[in-house]
């Protein structure tokens, strides 16, 4: 069996160039030709930018040399004086300037785009996950990989293109003019400073790497603790757990607390080494150019100019050092997130799959066996008939796999033995999306998106009209609700719906259902949250609903399911009965059983 990979391995990525392979599509799509063009522009303006900054201080050294009146300066700069070229050094670094704010232009889109791109990717990626995956992450964990990877990319992609390759240009074009202009020493000292720079950079940074890893590690898992103790607010509330939260949140933050303070003692070492070899070969080549002047080999501009010079190389070295920390850092944290988008659903459509063509709506589950963990089984071979247009419910004691069968029929989960058919078509043979569409779900426990109760409702289907919103609300019952809230349906329902009671939560979800129309219906304890008055109103509902459709419904109240053509009754997996109400009733067998003792505890709550 493959090994799937888990969010919780985070480790540095091992091929950098990999990572770096996964962005360059994002950068030069092949059937977009205005990214290509633009990306092109861009790296036209760059090299002007460099070409101007590299030719600043020839004109700063003319103008100082025409000010002493020392040196032989070009025709041209005798003719501009020493006003005219200090006006022209202004007017080159605002060209230096303005290419780089135009390269930054032609480059905004191309960035953007490639976000909007991969975040969509991600996110799409992630709801393609099986259920399993879902029930298994963490939402705080995952929400930051995602966030942290997005974040990397677009660093990478604005300073890998427009940071180290311009620097490496750069530190070309200034070497070969010193070389040219005055003595090969001069190239060797920066050539030797820029090595010995680059490597205690590399070095010392693949060192903080880890640190910072063990950093968002710890930063990752308190924002998971946080995020999950928000999301269950109730639940800390009821057994008076806020101290034990907030210690527990804090013992978290105190990890990332002494990894940040690592984090930080690390970055003041290596500015500290960085600086010290930066100003070291300033001090040798600033040496050697007052050695020149004296010696009357070179002239106060030759001096200025080597040391404009060796600033302009100063300036993007110290970039360099924060760049190769950041992209070393967008690494790993992309490294993450394409590891996420790695990692393959369970549950996939076949290359051949074809949509699903309901002509009746019958469901037929053939000797199936399914268990979440392989080793413990949770169906036995379960088979089971359910007719086109008919109703048959599933029921049982807990743990006995009547939600299991509905997980299956959804296809959140592919059987490990048997076959599920719709009209005779294998769920595996079909695209997930038309199974979907074809079966209305009323679940448990209804979750709601922090909306409004109108768009709640209208999610059942794309464009739904406020008509039909109004019309699946009167046939759950609540509509005169909803109506009577001071927004009406504009009214908003909180995270997760908790502004609603549960039986009003509840009957907004069946009002989505209604709205979808599916032709089957799957009732999931669909009023186990509601009140015996509301529930009797909302079988009728459901009842009107379920005609000329083939309903499954899965109950553990077997008053609700009285009505239905064929019951089941499914105990440790295996079914132990079947047939109708009444026809169980006379067998006195496991269900009849199970009707008594809730009919006792129904005499008994209405004492």
């Not at 861009?42 to 103008?63: E, I, N, Q, R, S």
């Not at 040391?307 to 070295?317: A, D, E, K, V």
């Not at 074809?438 to 739904?464: C, E, K, W």
């Not at 000329?548 to 079914?575: F, K, Y």
Request: hydrophobic share 45%.
């Amino acid at each position: 069996m493959r090994r799937r990979r888990t969010l919780t391995t985070t480790e540095p990525p091992k091929n950098g160039w990999k990572t770096i392979r996964e962005v360059v599509p994002y950068l030069w799509p092949d059937k977009e030709r205005w990214v290509k063009w633009r990306v092109v522009l861009a790296l036209a303006a760059l090299v002007c930018a460099k070409l101007v900054a590299v030719g600043t201080p020839f004109l700063y050294k003319g103008a100082v040399d025409s000010l002493a009146g020392e040196g032989q300066s070009a025709a041209w700069m005798l003719a501009a004086g020493a006003v005219g070229l200090t006006i022209a050094y202004g007017m080159a670094r605002l060209m230096n300037t303005g290419f780089q704010q135009l390269r930054d232009v032609f480059f905004a889109r191309v960035a953007q785009r490639a976000l909007r791109k991969l975040a969509l990717r991600t996110f799409q990626h992630i709801h393609a996950m099986s259920l399993r995956y879902h029930i298994t992450r963490k939402t705080g964990g995952l929400s930051r990989i995602i966030e942290r990877g997005v974040k990397g990319v677009e660093f990478l992609l604005r300073f890998l293109v427009f940071s180290i390759g311009p620097l490496v240009l750069e530190l070309l074009m200034i070497g070969i003019v010193l070389w040219t202009l005055f003595d090969i020493w001069y190239l060797v000292v920066v050539a030797g400073v820029i090595a010995f720079y680059v490597l205690f950079t590399f070095k010392v940074t693949e060192w903080r790497v880890k640190l910072r890893k063990r950093m968002n590690d710890q930063d990752t898992d308190a924002n998971q603790k946080a995020i999950d103790s928000l999301l269950n607010f109730e639940t800390v509330k009821y057994f008076g757990a806020e101290e034990r939260e907030a210690e527990r949140y804090d013992k978290a933050m105190e990890g990332y607390q002494e990894a940040a303070v690592k984090t930080s003692y690390s970055l003041a070492f290596l500015n500290v080494g960085q600086s010290l070899l930066i100003t070291g070969g300033l001090v040798i080549v600033m040496v050697m150019a007052a050695m020149g002047v004296q010696s009357g080999s070179m002239t106060v501009g030759d001096f200025v100019m080597v040391n404009s010079y060796m600033i302009q190389i100063t300036m993007p070295l110290n970039f360099l050092g924060t760049v190769y920390r950041e992209i070393r850092q967008a690494l790993v944290d992309m490294g993450e997130m394409f590891g996420l988008l790695e990692q393959d659903p369970d549950v996939r459509d076949k290359p051949d799959a074809k949509p699903l063509h309901v002509s009746g709506g019958a469901v037929t589950l053939d000797d199936i066996t399914f268990g979440y963990d392989p080793e413990r089984p949770i169906l036995k071979g379960v088979s089971l008939n359910v007719p086109a247009g008919q109703t048959v419910a599933i029921v049982g004691p807990s743990g006995s796999g009547k939600s299991t069968i509905g997980r299956l029929l959804f296809r959140f989960y592919d059987v490990q033995q048997g076959s599920l058919k719709i009209d005779g078509q294998d769920v595996r043979d079909i695209t997930q999306k038309s199974l979907h569409d074809a079966i209305g779900v009323v679940p448990q426990d209804t979750v709601l998106f922090n909306d409004t109760v109108g768009y709640n409702i209208g999610y059942g289907r794309d464009g739904a009209t406020q008509d039909e919103i109004e019309a699946a609300a009167r046939a759950a019952q609540i509509h005169d609700f909803i109506a009577g809230l001071p927004d009406g349906y504009d009214t908003t329902v909180g995270e997760r719906g908790l502004k609603l009671s549960g039986g009003e939560k509840q009957r907004v979800g069946i009002a989505r259902t209604f709205v979808k129309n599916p032709p089957i219906l799957l009732l999931d304890e669909a009023t186990s949250a509601l009140d015996t008055e509301t529930e009797q109103g909302i079988q009728e509902a459901l009842k009107r609903a379920g005609q000329g459709r083939t309903v499954i419904t899965i109950a553990h109240r077997l008053s609700t399911v009285a009505d239905a053509d064929n019951i089941i009754v499914l105990e440790d997996g295996q079914i132990v009965e079947e047939g109708s109400h009444s026809e169980l009733l006379l067998r006195d067998g496991r269900y009849a059983g199970l009707w008594r003792r809730q009919a006792n505890e129904r005499d008994m709550a209405a004492e």
